[in-house]
């Protein structure tokens, strides 16, 4: 059995109806390319195939004695290929633009959260100002009434005489003794100097009396210690002295909640004392102490690097600096 080509059917339009039918078929595929952003989906092999023509009509000059329609044909090729450029040129364009409309949005929006900042700022700047004129305010009336209070005791008995710069140093330093020998490096005796001084600490803060708590902010050297000794301290309360590194935001908001318990029924305020002392100098310090005592250079660099500026919004009262030299 003999397998006989199918003949392709004639088409039987006339050029201006083959024309008007790829016209038809080039505004379909304009449609899709638009759709699906992609120019491929408008190409003359495209738009004369839905349209049933061979493309020679619109590549050559197909028909010998009729250049007119020749021209018609061409004219389709034309405007495919003039569709297909604006689209690259449109897209091209359309990314730009979105571009630049995201940088400017950007810019607003810098703009306006600058602006929003400076705000922000300034509102906090005239607050603060507000807390510092009340707390001068406060710190008169707390100097009148304890210089009153100290005159009253003196007369209530001559032979009493009240000292308001006799500290009171809590320091774990102090229990990390044994036998006589200095432990700082045994955890267990370390863990009970630290509950031993959160004791001390509470029962002091406990007293009634108009209380000022020197919480020392230092690497290991820099000079907590020697300043505790030396009795700098404000007259108007009694000084309670916390003689530890204290070197991190959380180290020091830990003393805070003992703070915290007693502050509502006693007068107490809060200094942070920061010592403010080169990796060199504690270097110096440390190779003259005794060799118990003594940190190995790592463990001194590593908390002299822990160390942790005072913040204005630890909730200290005042902060006071001490720089070497």
Not at 8 to 27: G, N, P, Q, V, W
Not at 264 to 286: G, S, W
Not at 305 to 314: A, S, T
Request: with cysteine; charged share 35%.
């Amino acid at each position: 059995m003999t397998n006989k080509k199918t003949k392709k059917s004639r088409d039987t339009r006339t050029h201006d109806e083959r024309i008007s039918a790829l016209y038809d078929a080039f505004e379909r595929s304009k449609i899709r390319a638009n759709a699906k952003g992609l120019k491929n989906e408008c190409s003359i092999v495209k738009v004369c195939e839905q349209a049933g023509i061979n493309d020679t009509y619109l590549h050559t000059h197909k028909l010998k004695n009729d250049e007119k329609t020749n021209k018609k044909y061409h004219g389709v090729k034309e405007a495919i290929n003039d569709f297909r450029k604006e689209f690259s040129k449109s897209k091209a364009k359309s990314e730009i633009a979105l571009t630049k409309e995201a940088k400017e949005l950007m810019g607003v929006e810098r703009d306006k959260a600058q602006v929003q900042y400076r705000g922000s700022l300034k509102q906090i700047l005239g607050l603060k100002n507000q807390l510092k004129q009340k707390d001068d305010k406060l710190q008169m009336q707390d100097h009148l009434s304890v210089n009153i209070a100290h005159s009253n005791l003196q007369l209530a008995n001559s032979n009493t005489q009240t000292t308001f710069t006799e500290a009171k140093i809590v320091s774990p330093d102090n229990h990390l003794y044994k036998n006589g020998r200095y432990s700082f490096h045994d955890k267990n005796i370390r863990d009970a100097a630290w509950r031993t001084s959160r004791h001390e600490f509470e029962e002091l803060l406990k007293r009634p009396l108009p209380t000022r708590v020197y919480i020392l902010v230092g690497a290991p050297c820099s000079g907590k210690t020697h300043w505790s000794k030396a009795s700098n301290y404000y007259e108007d309360r009694h000084p309670v002295v916390v003689d530890a590194t204290n070197l991190t935001k959380s180290d020091r908001s830990s003393w805070f909640s003992s703070i915290y318990k007693y502050k509502h029924q006693n007068d107490i305020k809060v200094c942070a004392v920061f010592f403010d002392t080169p990796y060199t100098v504690l270097m110096e310090r440390n190779n003259k102490r005794p060799p118990d005592k003594r940190l190995d250079d790592e463990t001194l660099e590593d908390k002299f690097n822990k160390l942790e500026i005072v913040d204005v919004f630890e909730d200290f009262d005042e902060i006071m600096v001490v720089r070497h030299g």
